[in-house]
Structures are given as structure tokens and as C-alpha cells.
């Protein structure tokens, strides 16, 4: 009775998926190949932590179907690019290009490395130097002394 | 003093770019197509499907092109927003359907024809405005989204401001508010028509 209740539930649970028929096969190996190179390149924006070349989201679709038919039409991976980036700007790739707004963006981590290991010379110079400038007098060195040599003072 | 001053700067710092950090919206892309032409289109007019309307019918007008369809959900609640809009005789709407049917899930677009899509298209865009008010001066249909992708569009609703040279002034990505509206969208059109 439970066995045969599973075998229907099972049987049911799949009428609630429905997947989006395979897409036609590429004719064309090497137009497949490149459409992952570039693709894989590009943000999804609708999902933006995922790639064009990943994304199941319908606007990544229509990219991709736009790409291969560039490819087809035989654009160069630079026109390709360019055409992502005409429309919705350089956030849509992962490595964006060197230019004035985005110099923070490639040089700030190394600035801020910079800055930290300067901050940090120059404390630990600091204390260097607070150090040496103040050295024992003869009593606190009699002191330190007296206990270095006393057994009984680890008691 | 100082031991302790330096520490509780570089926090309040940490804590004001954190708040700027959560007030920013990631899924607001600044678009690259401010302060460019409108890309050109010619489509069809769900209101008379055998004409078609191109930006360069505006030309010498400041107008609003708005990203809208039925299946999304975020069109449903900006579209009060667009009809008392519509009101506004300094404002010229025109909508531009996006991806009707082949982007309502529930539809397998693959499994119908281009004339039975273009028709169900129209019906459903005719029905929501029966229900809920026709805010558009026009509206056409881009069925595949084509025209879409050449605006950059990744989000419906989108809302762009076009000036009388057909250059993009603004983009607004996701539903139209009363505050955007009156705060940006108005004073803009006013400096754009003189």
C-alpha cells in the first residue's frame, strides 16, 4: 500500500516540472566553442553573479542566440564585445577594460595593500625607537637582575 | 588620546561606506546609452497592427518610452503610476511592449505560429488595457525582444526619456514611482521642452 502510494507521488511530482525544450543542436562545433569563450566572459545581468554562458534566465537566452548569430555573420570577438558593452556598459564584463572610471576599481586593492604595509612600517619604526629611548636606569637594572639570578622568585 | 581616537575614525568610516553600501541598488546598471540617439526601430501599433511607429516619428518632441507586458509583475503595479502620469499634457507616453508572449512562461512560444503569436500578442495588451487603463499616446509590440536588447533593456518595467533630437536623457530601471516621477521625470521634461 505505502510502496504503491510512492510509485504515485513519484509518478505525479514530475507533471509540475516542465523544462524548456533542448535548443537545436549546433550545426557548427567551433560557433558553439566561441559562443562559451565570449559568453563566459560577460555577466548575466538579470542573475549578476552568473555568467551569460551559465545562466538559465530568458534574457541570457536571447544574448546568446544574438551572439551566435554574430558569430555566424562573422564578427570578431571585439565587435561581439563591443556590442555587449554599447548596450549595457562595462558592468557587463567580468574583466573591465583599463580607462579613468574604472582606475579605483584595477589599482584600489594594490593601493590599499600599499597604504596598509606603509601604516605598518612605520609603526613598528615608531616603536623601535620609543624602545631604545628608553633604557633601564642602574636601579630598575639591579632589579631586573637581582630577579634573574634569585631562584626562589618562581615560587 | 590618540591611542584611541585613531580606531573609532577608522570605524565611523567602515560604518558610513557600509550604510552608502546598503543604500545602493547593485541591480541598477547606469546605462551606457544616456546621452546617445535612441536606436532606431520600426514596429508594429497594438492600436492599429497595420501601421508602424519609429522613434524619428518624435522627432522635435520630448517623449517617454516606456518598457512594459502583461506577464510582469512589476508592470502591474506601475501602471496606476503611468495612467495618472498620462494625465499630464507635458507628458507623451509611448510603451513598448516587450516579449508578450514568448516571455510569459507559461507559454511555449516555440509551439506557435508568428501569426498566432502577433495575435495573442495584441488580445492580451488590448485586454490589460481594458482593465486597467491605456496611459499610451501608442504602443507597439516587440515580440522577440529584439528592440529591447538594442536599449539595454534587462529588467521590465524600464522607463527611458528621449529629447527632441531623439538623444536618451534619463533611463529609470524597474516600476515608475509618484517620488521618481515628480522628482526627476517632470523637471527634466519642463527643461528638455523649452
Redesign the interface.
Known sequence: MRVWFIVLMLAFSTLGVQAKEAAPLAQDEAVEKRLVDISSELRCLVCQNESLSGSRAELAYDLRREIRSMIKDGKSDKEIMGFMVDRYGDFVRYRPPLKGSTLLLWFGPGLFMVGGLSALVLYLRRRNKAIEDAPLSDEEQGEADRLLTSKDSFQ | MNRFLWPLIGFVVLVVLLAIGLKLD??D?????IGKPAPAFSLARVDAPEQSFSPQDMQGKVWLLNVWSTWCVSCRQEHPVLVEMAKNKAITLVGLNY?EVR?D?DI?A?KITPDAERTLALQRSNAWFKQHGNPYSLSVLDL???VG????V??VPETYVIDKGGVIRFKQTGPMTPDVFSGKILPLVAELSK
Request: aromatic content about 10%; cysteine-free; hydrophobic content about 15%.
Open positions: 547593485p541591480s546598471v547606469p546605462s551606457p546609452l516579449k516571455g512562461g511555449d516555440d522577440d525582444g529584439r536588447i538594442d536599449y539595454g534587462y529588467g
